[in-house]
């Protein structure tokens, strides 16, 4: 589903949109002028909850960003068996892969709640890169922390009990979340299916 900006207040949404973004590790060392000209080669896109954001084996045409709601990455079996491999808050991005490789997707991503995305197409995202090619370090880095995760994940699921892998999960859960209550706690917004479909 996509939506289109209107011209009444698209500077206050520019600029808020290009906060956000520079608050993702992939484009903090970027100027405020490098994100809004970022921002406004995307689309931005809602989704439902429940809403299938792409499948395993599509074609990937760009990145998504979320700056709203939550999306989770999974993979099924043959058999219709999930496993969510990860889940992406407003500040995340994912569907990285397709920025690199004509390759189907590896994955499908689902909005676990109303989401609002930006999609930054392959080919605007390489006109980018050619201005700014200190983005590929970046980007180099960010794959190489996800690729680490997911040999710890493959790691826990092979060698791992459940109680365990549960411990694993929730502690990285407890990590990665980036909203907390003014007391400390951290906001998990996970059904018990979430949470048994990462521990697997």
């Known amino acids: ?42 689309q931005r896109k809602r ?46 991005f994912f569907g990285e892969m397709a920025l690199l490789d004509d390759e189907a997707r590896s994955a499908t991503a689902v909005a676990s709640e109303p989401s609002e ?11 980018f890169l050619k201005s700014h090619p200190e983005l590929a370090i970046e980007m180099l880095a960010v794959l190489s922390r996800r690729l680490r995760a997911t040999t710890q994940l493959v790691q826990s699921i092979s060698f791992l009990d459940v109680r365990e892998r549960l411990v694993r999960v929730l502690q990285d859960l407890a990590h990665a979340v980036s909203s907390s209550t003014p007391n400390g706690e951290v906001l998990l917004r996970l059904t018990q299916g979430d949470v048994a479909e990462m521990v697997g």
């Open 1 to 42: 589903m996509t939506a289109g900006f209107g011209e009444s207040g698209e500077a206050s949404r520019v600029s808020s949109v290009a906060h956000l973004l520079g608050s993702i590790p992939l484009f903090q060392r970027f100027e405020k002028t490098d994100l809004v000209a970022l921002f406004r080669l995307a």
């Open 47 to 92: 989704y439902r909850k429940n809403e299938v954001v792409f499948h395993e084996g599509d074609v990937g045409n760009g990145l998504f960003v979320v700056l709203k709601g939550q999306v989770k990455i999974l993979v099924r079996s043959v058999e219709g068996k999930e496993v969510v491999i990860a889940i992406r808050r407003a500040g995340d």
């Open 117 to 127: 995305l930006l999609l930054i197409r392959r080919d605007d995202f390489n006109v």
